[in-house]
């Protein structure tokens, strides 16, 4: 029998979750984002659940191939654009559209050779300083593309550095909007906290902080929804998913495999942490962090056994964790261990919970779920 550990891709909470990014941007086209593997997800197991985006948003030329392979002849976008002249070929032969945020892509573009002119989102560096044209060199940039042959629409683009903090993103807003104003061209700007966060009319954000407030306008044609697509909330602990009406996209669930009776003065695991102060039984859970699971989750980690909520106990190790069974006596081996996701019945144990015990984010879990653990597709 294989270890019990395995994860579940939930199609439904995809869905479910890619409908809230459409209801908080209601005028907007939604680019699902499936860069990372789908955030370790697998492209292939959330194309069913997210194939009711308008596009894919991704970054490796690989992974736009495989979009095309499941049979999607909607936009793809390269976030980061091109890497070489070479990839370019490989644009057009895919028709994938691709952001162009330094002067040596336009460089690459103008020797171009193609029948089919290229879609390109032309990126500012609005405040972020990754990628992108700073405001002053945006101008130009865009008429050099303008002047192409090899182009065919520009869209603009900006990236936010603090949608999901107290900064926002007015003075990045104030920048893109003031190099742009007369530029024709579609608008994308917003990441998933930028979409739930700085939407028209949302309550839930202390109204001095909204960041529209000011009377500046946010066009945005084209929404860039990651994080909020696989059930996490983008500004969590702000908020959690719940509030955002969000669901996991991802469970790792496993079972006990041995149980411990400790007593009084008895240590758990490497580095004895952990030390019982009355007689507790433990379980000891097949997880590790060879299975993705966060090694720096101290003792207290939440866990749900048979759906009820309880804590870790002492260091994860590479390939089992312990948790505390007192909240469930009747639990022994083969008992359910949800890490993160659905739990039985209607539990749920949201994967922010965890990273914020890990001392790390969502994002980082899902894009480590290890390659040995076993992944199936639910409902
Ligand atoms: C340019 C760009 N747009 C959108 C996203 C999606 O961000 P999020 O997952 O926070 O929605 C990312 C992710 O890092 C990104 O780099």
């Known amino acids: 029998m294989p270890r019990p550990i395995e994860a579940l891709i939930h199609t439904s909470a995809l869905s479910g979750n890619l409908a809230r990014a459409r209801a908080a941007a209601p005028d907007a086209r939604v680019w699902a984002v499936v860069k990372a593997n789908a955030y370790g997800h697998g492209i292939e197991r959330v194309f069913e659940g997210l194939r009711g985006a308008d ?15 499941l049979g999607w002849r909607g936009p793809v976008l390269l976030l980061e654009g091109c890497f070489e002249p070479r990839d370019l070929e490989s644009c057009s032969r895919l028709n994938l559209w691709h952001v162009v945020h330094c002067a040596e892509q336009i460089d690459w573009l103008a020797a171009h050779k193609t029948h089919q002119p290229h879609r390109v989102f032309l990126k500012m560096n609005s405040g972020m300083n990754r990628l992108g044209f700073r405001p002053e060199a945006f101008r130009s940039a ?33 920048a893109f909007d003031d190099a742009t104003r007369d530029l024709p061209g579609e608008r994308s700007l ?28 946010m066009r945005n044609d084209w929404v860039r929804a990651g994080i909020l697509c696989y059930g996490s909330a983008p500004d969590f602990p702000a908020h959690d998913i719940r509030h955002w009406g969000l669901q996991p996209t991802m469970t790792l669930r496993s079972r006990l495999i041995a149980v411990q009776q400790l007593q009084p003065g008895d240590t758990v695991g490497y580095g004895s942490s952990y030390t019982a102060t009355g007689p507790q039984r433990i379980g000891i859970v097949a997880c590790g962090y060879a ?45 359910e261990v949800t890490l993160w996701g659905h739990g039985p019945g209607d539990t749920v144990l949201a994967i922010d919970d965890v990273a914020r015990a890990g ?21």
């Open 55 to 69: 596009g894919f948003a991704l970054l490796d030329l690989a992974e736009g191939e495989r979009v095309r392979k």
């Open 359 to 379: 001392g790390t984010i969502a994002y980082e879990l899902m894009c480590a779920l290890a390659l040995r653990v076993p992944v199936s597709v639910s409902e």
């Open 190 to 217: 917003s990441n998933s906290a930028a979409t739930l966060r700085h939407a028209p009319g949302v309550a839930a954000v202390d109204p001095r902080r909204f960041d529209r407030a000011d009377g500046m306008q």
């Open 291 to 335: 299975d993705g699971y966060p090694r720096h989750c101290g003792t207290d980690t939440p866990v749900l056994l048979d759906g009820v909520r309880t804590g870790t106990v002492g260091r994860v190790s590479m390939d089992m964790l312990a948790v505390d069974l007192t909240p469930v006596p009747a639990a022994g081996i083969g008992s």
């Open 142 to 174: 865009w008429a050099r593309l303008n002047a192409l042959p090899q182009v065919d629409e520009i869209s603009l683009m900006t990236h936010f550095s603090d949608a999901d903090g107290a900064r926002g993103i007015t003075h990045q807003l104030a």
